[in-house]
Every structure is written in C-alpha cells, then in structure tokens.
C-alpha cells in the first residue's frame, strides 16, 4: 500500500480521541487528498473536536465519530457493524487504546480492562472488519501501537491474565500476544499487511491520564529529553502505514535483503507480512524469541483461546 500516491482511502482510528491516534489521524488527513476517517472512541466531546480539526485540515475529506466504549467487546462488535453498514473496503485499521494500570479491574465481561484495550478489543476490530481489509484495492494494513520489542515469556495457561497479575506481567503478556496474533494473521490472510509498533516516548496525556496530574507531570518532564512530540508521532505512524516496505506476506514477490526496500517480518522472512517495528519503522524482532514461540505452535494456540474468548463473551455465533 503507497497511500501517498493514492487520492482515496477509508481508514479506521480505534482510540483515535488522544494523543497517538489523534496525531496519526490527523497526519494523515494532510497527506491524503480525499481520506474518509472513522475516530472510535469513548469521548463524545473530544471526537467531536477532533472532526473539525479534521475539516480544518482537509475540507475535501469526509469524518466521522463512533461513540464506542472499547473496553467492552459487545460494544466493539455493535462498532464494527456501524462501519460495516457504511464501507464496502477497509483500507487502514489504526489501533491505540489502552492506559498504564497498576491493578487488575476486571470489566463486566470477565476480563481484565486494560489487558481488553491492549489486546482483545484490537483482535475483535480485526475479527470484524477482515473481510472489508480484504476488499481493499490495494492491499490493505493492520497498526497496533504498543510495545513491539518488549516481548518476554508468557504461558498459554495465563493468556488472559486470570491466573497471575501484575503491572510488569500485563505489560509483557499485551506485547507478546499482540505480536503473536500479527504473524499468525499475516499467514491466514496474506493480502493484508499486519504491523505492530512502539511508539517511544511520545508526549501525550497518557501520563497524567494513568497516574494524575502531579505524578504524571513529573514523569512527563523526567522524560522529556528523551521524547518526540505527538506531531512526530503522528506524521512517523504515518509513513510506517504508507511505505510500501511492509507488504503483505502475498506481495512480497521475490525480495531479498540485499533490496533494502524491503522490510523483514517477525518470520525472519523478507516481506513476510507481520512486522514487529520500533517507532522509526525499523525492525525491532527477537528473533530467537518468536521462533521459539513459533516451535512451539503458539501463534495458533494463542488465536484459538482468542476465538474462545469470544464465543465465551459474544456466544457462540462469534
């Protein structure tokens, strides 16, 4: 996908109301010449403001807002039939939800808030919307922004962080999996691209929004030296969602590494489809890591209890 030569394309914002997402929405609006974006968020009001900032941006582009609260899967599911109802292809699926929580809060369907946001709600988005990804014209891309390269160990028996919680261990267990769930996905549907990304440390609320005002103030200037402006993030989410370095596992054609242009997947395969990327869009892999989760059939066991969440949470049918 070269979205930069492209005049169109639909694009789907998950926690799109702040800092990243909203960077990245914006971003884009001034690159494409007649982008239509859908924001999906909880905050009516920030949304709102962020479609005329959006109309400011680009009058010849189209917006909308859908109140959505992410955390709760049915509400993903009545999210995705709205965009559904509206949009035959999907070109970009742009994911950021998610806060830094210190303790487990367990929503009413059973599963950990944050560990939702991180990794079961991005799932359930793309769950949803693989078909319209599929019938886009060009080959359409997956962007989860968390934590690529943070992956450690995990055990299938704790996937959904029921057993054992901890900040440090929901951390792990969201990159690991999410990383997980992009190589398998690129394999089962090798016209899309999947990608997960670390942001770095990018000036956001998200600090004060996690611990308050006055602690996130002071972890927000301790870090200052060392971060990049929500701008910079948006406009670097931006190129990483346009470079046709990232292809999809079935567009690779027959790259090599000596082509440069090409990035290696989360496989070790030039092109392969899954990529796991620092925020400057180079390639962040443990290589060793993933090919031990690899022999050990974790992808598939990984997506397997994924779908047995949902058919627990969304019946059968899901």
Known sequence: MDCQRRPKLVAVFVGGTSGIGEATAKA?????????IYIVGRNECAGSRILQDLDRLNPSGTSEFIQCDVS??????????EIRKKERTL??????????????????????????????????FIHNLLPRLAAAQSPARVISVLAAGKEG???????????????????????????????YLATQHPSISFIHVFPGVVRTPLMTASFGYLLGSVMG??????????????ERNVSIATSAAYPPAGRSGNASIDDGAIAVASTGKIGGG??????????????????????????????DHTLDIFRRILGPNA
């Open 28 to 36: 884009l609006a001034k690159t494409i010449e007649s982008p239509r």
């Open 72 to 81: 709760l899967l049915r509400e993903v599911d009545a999210a995705c039939q």
């Open 91 to 124: 070109d970009l699926l742009f994911m950021t939800p998610g806060h830094l929580a210190t303790r487990k809060n367990d929503t009413v369907e059973g599963l950990d808030n944050n560990h939702v946001l991180r990794y079961y709600a991005r799932m359930r």
């Open 153 to 183: 160990d995990i055990d299938e028996s704790n996937f959904d962080l029921q057993v054992s919680f901890s900040f440090g261990t929901a951390m792990t267990y969201g990159a690991t999996m999410t990383s997980l769930a992009m190589e």
């Open 221 to 234: 200037l301790a870090t200052r030296l060392m971060s990049i402006s929500q701008q910079e993030s948006g």
């Open 274 to 303: 899954s990529y796991l990327l620092n925020y400057d869009g180079k390639d962040v892999t443990n290589q060793t890591l993933m090919k031990n989760y690899r022999d050990r059939d974790y992808p598939t066991k990984l997506w």
